[in-house]
């Protein structure tokens, strides 16, 4: 496969970071309190889990180039929906897109509410400006408007970069504020999970690690996309560095005692805390227009856009804001939805879909049902991991339905604090 010009295997891997690292910093503590120890390891086993599935997912896409040169030759928009054809045809195509598009719109949304809650925390922690978070989410998203305008991840990987850096620094400086906390304040407690609680954070973890979705599109633009499962492994397993300590640290220092969603609002309010909220606030502003561009440049493709600058472009793009913008000022509570996309599609992106189309990209031996070179999978090596991707299989299945039951148990009895949309 000849080598071309994009992203290197390094950049790749901080735009998943970039991509991935943010929200999960702010939620996972709280959910980590919900779970007692067992969330710890249950965030280690899904990290890693979420590596392996996701340089599974990786080898889908290179086996499509083998198996199809005109994937090689031209730009295509849409690279897990076109795993999910190849695999499974229109089925396959059509399932994926839903839960794509469902997953980012979902993720787009919490980071609207975060950037737009932070901004308004800051200032008034500062005592200078009041205003509603609602009022910041409809400023937020007229400025952040113009810049997804941009084309793919290769034409603004500077933003990967910064929001690699600054969630890796503010997670840092967070994870001192608490233990600065923890010098004021007698040991914390923590009661056995419940049923709700735990699958509720269950789903919160696989939401911290949600990135599947936006890795083929990243995938298609390096310059040897045969090694993105590096890429991936060296992301995922730097995104569970920069979770572990502030998740320890919250667990540790505060435990049953948490009360909020989000981290920040259990800090002090000292130059600490306003770093930290600058910082992630910077992150979520960068990885709000990596997480929207699949959604653009899918939506491109559908409707057979060019892939170039255009007033077409910018009416799609225009019109997916104004719509992410209705979301988010009508779901005022981020946690919920970061529970409920973690256990519904981002389970079926992360842990679902990519062993399932592996095994069904590699049952397709004949040249009926793979034209073009068959790839080497390697028989031992194979059937050794055939068992390993269908327990994961079935562990994603098991836990996406007990976390979406969770969510929808606490919203139907009030438990989950659900208040009024902005409007």
């Known amino acids: 496969i000849s080598q071309r010009k994009g992203l290197s295997v390094y950049v790749a891997a901080v ?74 045809g229109n089925l396959g195509k059509n399932a994926t897109r839903i839960c794509i ?22 200032l008034e922690s500062l005592g200078h400006v009041q205003m509603h978070a609602c009022y910041w989410i409809l400023i937020v998203a007229g400025f952040l408007t113009p810049f997804t305008f941009l084309g793919t991840p290769k034409d603004f990987w ?22 600065v906390v923890g010098c004021d304040r007698s040991p914390a407690s923590h009661a056995n999970p419940s049923f709700a609680g735990f699958f509720g954070a269950f789903g919160t973890i696989l939401f911290a690690f949600g990135g599947a979705s936006v890795f083929p599109t990243i995938q298609v633009d390096m310059k040897q996309p045969e090694k993105f499962p590096k890429s991936v492994v060296i992301g995922i397993v730097s995104v569970l560095l920069t979770y572990l300590p502030i998740c320890v640290a919250g667990f540790v220092v505060i435990g049953d005692n948490m009360t909020h969603d989000n ?3 259990e800090l002090s309010k000292t130059w600490m805390l306003y770093c930290v909220i600058i910082l992630i606030t910077s992150h979520l502003l960068m990885a709000f227009l990596i997480v929207v561009n699949p959604i653009n440049q899918d939506l491109e493709g559908f409707f057979k856009i060019p892939d170039k600058f255009s007033i077409k472009r910018c009416i799609i793009r ?12 009508s779901i005022p509570h981020f946690g919920v939805i970061l529970s409920l996309v973690g256990g519904t599609t981002i389970t079926a992106t992360n842990f679902i879909f990519p062993p399932l189309f ?29 068992i390993l991707l269908v327990e994961i299989i079935l562990v994603g299945l098991f836990g996406g339905v007990a976390s979406t039951y969770s969510v929808i148990t606490s919203l139907a009895t009030g438990s989950s604090g659900f208040t009024v949309p902005c409007y």
């Open 358 to 386: 592996y095994l069904m990209l590699a049952r397709q031996h004949a040249a009926s049902d793979a034209p073009g070179e068959l790839p080497n999978f390697g028989e031992t090596t194979f059937y050794t991991a055939k």
């Open 101 to 122: 598009i469902a997953t980012l719109y979902g993720g787009a949304t919490v980071f609207l509410l975060l950037i737009a809650g932070n901004i308004s925390n800051l």
């Open 263 to 265: 981290i920040l609002d």
């Open 318 to 329: 225009t019109c997916v804001m104004a719509s992410m913008l209705f979301i988010a000022l």
């Open 15 to 88: 735009f998943i970071v970039g991509t991935i690292c943010g929200s999960g910093i702010l939620a996972l503590p709280r959910a980590m309190c919900n779970t007692n120890t067992t969330g710890l390891v249950l965030l280690v086993v899904c990290g890693l889990i979420s590596a392996y599935t996701g340089s599974i997912l990786g080898k889908c896409w290179t086996v499509l180039r083998m198996r199809y040169p005109e994937y090689e030759k031209q730009y295509i928009s849409d690279p897990y929906p076109t795993i999910g054809f190849r695999a499974a």
């Open 158 to 179: 500077q933003a990967a970069i910064m929001a690699a850096v600054t969630t890796s620094v503010g997670g840092t400086i967070a994870t001192v504020a608490l233990i």
